[in-house]
């Protein structure tokens, strides 16, 4: 059986499996990264993020958080 099917087994491949297969392995190939696309990484890689770490720090800050307290 090694890599295969015994011959009373009787599979039949899904096209549709096998399709979907075969996309996920070239999906590097089909990605391209053009001056429209730039944009929109940024946002999602950079500033959501940072805004997010932000907005939370500071909604720590506001309730006091013990991490945030000054040190005297």
């Known amino acids: 059986m090694a890599g295969g099917f015994p011959s009373n087994l009787k599979v ?3 096209k549709f499996v096998e399709e979907w297969n075969g996309k996920r392995e070239i999906t590097e190939k089909t990605f391209e990264v053009d001056q429209s696309k ?3 990484i940024f946002i999602t ?3 959501i993020p940072a805004g ?3 907005w939370f720090k500071a909604e720590f800050q506001a309730r006091g958080d013990h991490r945030y307290k000054e040190m005297v």
């Open 52 to 54: 997010m770490y932000y």
């Open 45 to 47: 890689l950079i500033l």
């Open 38 to 40: 730039v944009p929109t």
């Open 12 to 14: 039949k491949k899904n």
